[in-house]
Nanobody
Framework: QVQLVESGGGLVQAGGSLRLSCAAS??????MGWYRQAPGKQRELVARITRAGSINYADSVKGRFTISRDNAKSSVYLQMNSLKPEDTAVYYCNAESLGLRPTVYWGQGTQVTVSS
C-alpha cells in the first residue's frame, strides 16, 4: 500500500509564505503534484512535475508557487509565496505510477488557510 504523507499546511496572513512537503512510501513515480479543493468547489490542479522535470502550473499560481521534487527521497514540495485568501483550500499530494496505465495515489490532505 502506497502512502503519501503531507506536511506544512497552516494558517498564514495574506502575502505570507508556506512550504508543503509530501513524502511517498516508495519510489519510482512518474508525475507527482499538488491539487487543492476549496469548500464548495471541485478539486483542481495546482502544480505537477514529471520524473524528467517537466512542470505545469495552474494559471492562478504562476509566478507565486514553485514545485520541486527529490526523486531520491520520493518527495515533492510546493513553495507558496505571496499567498492570497483565495488560495485557502485543502491541498492534496498526488503521485502517478510508471507505466502505460498508471495508478494514481492521493495523500490525506493538508489545510492551508490564508487570512486577509
Amino acid at each position: 500500500q502506497v502512502q503519501l504523507v503531507e506536511s506544512g499546511g497552516g494558517l498564514v496572513q495574506a502575502g505570507g509564505s508556506l512550504r508543503l512537503s509530501c513524502a511517498a512510501s516508495r519510489s519510482s513515480f512518474n508525475a507527482m503534484g499538488w491539487y487543492r479543493q476549496a469548500p464548495g468547489k471541485q478539486r483542481e490542479l495546482v502544480a505537477r512535475i514529471t520524473r524528467a522535470g517537466s512542470i505545469n502550473y495552474a494559471d492562478s499560481v504562476k509566478g507565486r508557487f514553485t514545485i520541486s521534487r527529490d526523486n531520491a527521497k520520493s518527495s515533492v514540495y510546493l513553495q507558496m509565496n505571496s499567498l492570497k485568501p483565495e488560495d485557502t483550500a485543502v491541498y492534496y499530494c498526488n503521485a502517478e505510477s510508471l507505466g502505460l496505465r498508471p495508478t494514481v495515489y492521493w495523500g490525506q490532505g493538508t489545510q492551508v488557510t490564508v487570512s486577509s
